[in-house]
């Protein structure tokens, strides 16, 4: 979580009916994404990529060496079998 440098991942299900993660894939370049941690401070970040993946596919989630305040959401694409992935950052 912020303030530390890191890429921040949370994966939700898609139920295709609004809840949880089925809308993110409308998601695009710069909508805002807002975080609140555990002390009711907000962390603003701003998208800056829509796609998607195969199912065995880690990169999104890679931390080596992060140097970033990243934000990477993943659910499943229930067409394709495919994962959506947006990232953002602060």
Do not use: Q, W
Not at 63 to 81: M, V
């Amino acid at each position: 979580m912020p303030p530390k440098k890191s890429n921040l991942c949370i994966a939700g299900h898609n139920y295709d009916n609004k809840k949880f993660f089925s809308l993110i894939y409308k998601l695009k370049k710069e909508d805002k994404i807002y975080i609140y941690d555990t002390n009711n401070h907000e962390y603003i970040y701003s998208v800056f990529a829509n796609y998607e993946v195969k199912t065995d596919d880690l990169s999104p989630i890679n931390s080596l060496n992060y140097n970033k305040y990243e934000l990477t959401l993943i659910t499943c694409n229930n067409f394709n079998n495919n994962r959506i992935i947006i990232k953002a950052r602060i």
